[in-house]
């Protein structure tokens, strides 16, 4: 008799929680029935009936069995109550009703907790073992799920659910294996880049404004972009140029070295020129560009006609946040005077 009843209380929570999903409930109140439904919770009762009918008031019956507790053995309070009790097989498979429960919930440590510890207590114990499988795939501890499944198929070894388990384990194992793979050797990948493109820079000697440490990312201007190295070994930096006539400034995400500034002057102002030189001055012959020495707050003349590559290994050019950045001005105009007699400009 004791064992239909473990058997019993030990296989509910799964098949309650497939039909909890796949039905409607249907007890809900309704604007006929609140105040009849209502009276007929303990909290919010206004008279308690006289013979309380467990099938018409079902916590208060529940109530009262609480209050009579005295009345029965603690192994009988267990069943009633979920408790543990001096019964260890009936606490083993009340532990796994609280993994199952917990499991259902989404508690899926506590729900670990409640299966080993019923595992402790019977270690063949067919539900906890499943239960403690489940657990761990949830957790996506696969290898620990494995241990589990296998555990359990030493005793029950033409179990379904287990082997299904297992497998699916197994399943996920391998893939996460084949993705840690995948990561660690694209990260590898992503670290001898980075020692390339460091060791490009350096032996160009071309400065940053603050130097990369081996362990420091690659200076990223604030759009995203960042210097790359090409399969060629060739360096693409992005490049800002600066109108402070206007405040207005272009961007280039990826200015070869070996390219000339020429070149992109002639396609950022030469079939169609920007919204706002209203006055139609900046014609790529018009223009002039310079670097700035910030350290000594001095300004270099570029030529067009020279690349970037040549520029950046300049003794006094920093490249700032990743970006090496050049100011345009339009020759002989006002503002050039005026913005060039405050700043002290040297020969390149």
Not at 23 to 52: C, D, H, L, V
Not at 123 to 140: D, S, T, W, Y
Not at 257 to 283: A, I, Q, S
């Amino acid at each position: 008799m004791c064992q239909k009843i473990y058997s019993d209380s030990d296989d509910g929570m799964d098949e309650f929680m497939d039909k909890f999903k796949t039905q409607r409930y249907k007890k809900g109140f309704s604007e006929n029935n609140w105040e009849e439904e209502f009276n007929k919770i303990p909290m919010f009762m206004k008279t308690a009936p006289e013979e309380i009918d467990p099938k018409n008031y079902p916590e208060l019956a529940c109530l009262q069995s609480i209050i009579h507790d005295d009345d029965r053995s603690p192994e009988d309070q267990a069943r009633t109550l979920k408790k543990k009790c001096g019964d260890q097989e009936l606490n083993a498979v009340l532990l796994t009703n609280r993994a199952a429960s917990h499991f259902h919930l989404g508690n899926m440590r506590s729900a670990l907790n409640d299966a080993a510890a019923a595992k402790k207590i019977k270690p063949g114990h067919l539900k906890a073992l499943i239960r403690g499988a489940q657990c761990c795939i949830e957790l996506r501890n696969f290898s620990e799920a494995i241990q589990w499944c296998d555990e359990g198929l030493k005793e029950h070894s033409t179990d379904e659910k287990l082997r299904e388990l297992r497998a699916t384990a197994d399943k996920h194992k391998r893939a996460a294996e084949r993705d840690a793979r995948k990561a660690k050797a694209k990260q590898k990948k992503l670290h001898g880049e980075k020692e390339a493109l460091l060791a490009a820079i350096q032996n160009r000697s071309i400065k940053l404004l603050q130097p990369m440490k081996p362990h420091q990312k690659v200076p990223k201007e604030v759009t995203g972009a960042q210097v790359f190295l090409d399969e060629k070994g060739l360096l693409h930096w992005p490049v800002l140029f600066l109108y402070p006539e206007h405040q207005q400034s272009d961007f280039i995400s990826a200015f070869c070295e070996t390219d000339c500034f020429r070149d992109h002057l002639n396609v950022m102002f030469g079939e169609e020129l920007p919204p706002w030189d209203t006055d139609r001055k900046y014609l790529p012959q018009n223009l002039q560009l310079y670097f700035e020495d910030c350290e000594k707050e001095s300004l270099y003349q570029v030529d067009p006609e020279m690349c970037l590559l040549k520029t950046l290994q300049h003794k006094r050019f920093f490249v700032k946040a990743g970006t090496p950045s050049f100011i345009v001005l339009v020759k002989d105009s006002s503002f050039c005077k005026q913005f060039l007699s405050e700043k002290t400009v040297c020969d390149l």
